[in-house]
């Protein structure tokens, strides 16, 4: 988020005041803490996604039980029950498959397909970079969440839709980034030198400029995972992801939108879960960014 | 270049995307499976009344012929009427329009000075306490969608302390005090959505300007500190931060279609979701239309904004 080349000024920084220099060992640690916890709490969620919610609660996120309609947190429902009697912890461990199916494929296709294009609009170079990159500023024409929200009111929702509208959205933004690296590293003489020996274009493209731009690729692969939870979740609370009555954490915080003075501990379990995703998951993105912009 | 005949460039060139644009609006907007004639009448309504509808409005006609009626209406400020909400779509988009501005605006005024104050405030302390502090605050808020912040301000503000009402719509005829009191949490929230971002930036410009020659000498020739912030790095350190609040004016208007619907509030954003999720063809096409606008309008705003702050680029070739 912050501007490529932060990482640079602040090693200038440091070397200017040297004073600063333990305090700028100590960040460094405190910097690896705070990503082995956000790499934790990511973990933990992927474990919750993969095992399911059975495996930590013996209750049933589907199973209505009227008698204890809005039971407030304690001990036969740890975080509470909802409207219906359900178990809000068993919904909210059961609500993290959704976001962790969508999220990861939509930025992979967003990466796989950005990269394709910015690395050959680059590399061709000409009037295949102009059509591309005008092509790409036709689409970001509106705030992407706007875009959004259009297609996938219009085409239905399903989880289907929801991944190609989110890696939609994300192209450009990784096409421009690819490009803008790969144009870094066709002015260095290897290319020069593979463009002199007559290297076929999609031998240069794929084994000369794709391992070099590949740092760039991983970065954002995991700024746009952030950004495709954030997406995923806020598409579903405006109820154009999952079906109705499913569990995923947006969806849910809208259904109990209605129920904010009764019983809040509805919407806040599932809203503070996705909060620890997407801080955990942009929290780890800073951390590899910073490594790789680290000179 | 002169500013002017850049302002000209680039205004000529909004009508032109927004071509593109009301293009790409309609094609999603017809391409969409199911009748809206049936959608309007119902699963019971005769196969007769369906075509009727559908010849009423006009979508028996080809393609090209429905868009260019469309756009030339559109053109012409007879933007249709609403099926579902039974009334003309010109003046429902504007009102609508303006009372987001209205949000939008108000997040905005309060944003840039405390974005600014804590970006500085993190640049000079770098790498101490503050700094640790405002960074972590703006990158986890910055990662967190806007409807999760609105619903811990709403659990906390409306529910439990019930300092602020859970709806954002003002009373009828109360005065504007009552309506910044119902807009608070809104713009906090937009604000928040925001603010770290742009505080990010100016940290990362703070940080460089610190970091060069002149503040150096000025620093060996005594200078206190808060002059030489005043002086040096005021300026430097948030014209370049000028450009990440463009960026952030995307957020904030899409933020908007959250931040209305969690707070009940009626504007564009409301509006637009509204009329997708009922298949209101005019209405969605027309809020689609006017935000497009709106945004590009915006963008231009903060870019002529940057180049007259920076004289390198006032005065350049540049533009």
């Not at chain 1, 956000?38 to 009227?66: E, I, Y």
């Not at chain 2, 719509?169 to 119902?182: E, F, I, K, Y």
């Amino acid at each position: 988020m912050v501007s490529a080349g932060a990482g640079h000024t602040d090693a200038r920084a440091l070397a200017v005041v040297g004073t600063e220099r333990m305090a700028g060992l100590a960040r460094g640690a405190h910097r690896d803490v705070v990503a082995v916890v956000a790499g934790a709490v990511a973990a933990a969620w992927v474990v919750v996604g993969l095992l399911g919610w059975r495996v930590l609660t013996p209750h049933d996120p589907a199973l209505q039980n009227p008698s204890d309609r809005f039971a407030r947190p304690g001990v036969a429902h740890w975080i509470g029950a909802d409207q219906f009697g359900r178990d809000v912890l068993a919904r909210v461990l059961a609500g993290a498959r959704p976001v962790l199916v969508v999220a990861p494929l939509a930025t992979a296709l967003a990466v796989v397909v950005g990269t394709a294009v910015g690395l050959t609009a680059a590399g061709l170079g000409g009037w295949f970079d102009g059509v591309a990159m005008r092509v790409l500023d036709a689409v970001t024409v509106f705030p992407s969440i706007i875009a959004a929200t259009l297609f996938a009111a219009l085409v239905g929702r399903s989880r289907l839709v929801l991944i190609l509208v989110i890696a939609a959205t994300f192209v450009p933004i990784v096409a421009r980034g690819v490009r803008a690296a790969t144009l870094v590293e066709c002015a260095k003489p290897y290319v020069e030198a593979a463009r002199l020996r007559g290297e076929p274009t999609w031998s240069l493209l794929v084994r000369e400029l794709l391992p070099n731009v590949r740092a760039t690729v991983l970065v954002e692969a995991t700024s746009r995972l952030g950004d495709a939870v954030f997406a995923a979740a806020t598409l579903s609370f405006l109820g154009l992801g999952e079906p109705p009555g499913s569990p995923e954490w947006g969806a849910t915080v809208s259904e109990n939108r209605v129920w904010l003075t009764l019983a809040p501990w509805t919407l806040l379990a599932p809203a503070l879960a996705i909060a620890s995703l997407v801080v955990a998951v942009a929290l780890l993105a800073d951390a590899l960014r910073r490594r790789v912009d680290a000179p | 270049m002169t500013v002017g005949s850049y302002l000209l460039r680039r205004l000529a060139a909004i009508p032109l995307t927004l071509l593109g644009a009301s293009l790409l609006v309609f094609a999603t907007t017809v391409v969409l499976p199911g009748n809206v004639a049936r959608t309007i009448l119902g699963r019971e309504a005769s196969d007769a009344s369906v075509a009727v509808l559908n010849a009423q409005l006009g979508l028996d006609r080809p393609l090209p012929a429905q868009y260019l009626s469309w756009l030339a209406g559109f053109l012409t400020g007879d933007w249709g009427t609403s099926a579902t909400l039974r009334a003309p779509v010109r003046d429902l988009v504007l009102d609508r329009l303006g009372a987001s501005m209205l949000v939008a605006g108000l997040a905005f005024v309060v944003l840039v000075p405390v974005a600014l104050a804590l970006g500085l405030l993190a640049g000079i302390h770098h790498d101490r306490w503050p700094d640790r502090l405002i960074s972590g605050m703006a990158l986890g808020l910055g990662a967190t969608p806007e409807f999760v912040t609105g619903v811990v301000l709403l659990v906390v503000f409306a529910a439990t302390l019930r300092w602020f009402p859970v709806s954002a719509r003002p009373t009828p005829g109360a005065g504007p005090l009552d309506m910044l009191w119902h807009l608070t949490l809104p713009v906090v929230c937009l604000v928040l959505l925001c603010c770290g971002y742009v505080a990010r930036h100016v940290r990362a410009s703070t940080v460089a300007v610190l970091a060069s020659p002149y503040v150096r000498a000025a620093r060996l020739r005594g200078m206190p500190v808060g002059r030489l912030v005043r002086t040096h790095v005021l300026r430097n350190a948030t014209v370049p931060a000028t450009s990440a609040l463009g960026v952030q004016l995307q957020f904030l208007l899409g933020g908007l279609v959250v931040v209305e619907l969690l707070f009940d509030y009626p504007g564009i954003g409301a509006l637009l979701l509204r009329s997708a999720m009922d298949k209101d063809l005019p209405t969605l096409q027309a809020s689609a239309m006017v935000l497009g606008a709106a945004y590009m309008l915006i963008v231009l705003a903060a870019d002529l904004v940057y180049r007259l702050l920076d004289p390198r680029l006032r005065l350049g070739g540049t533009w």
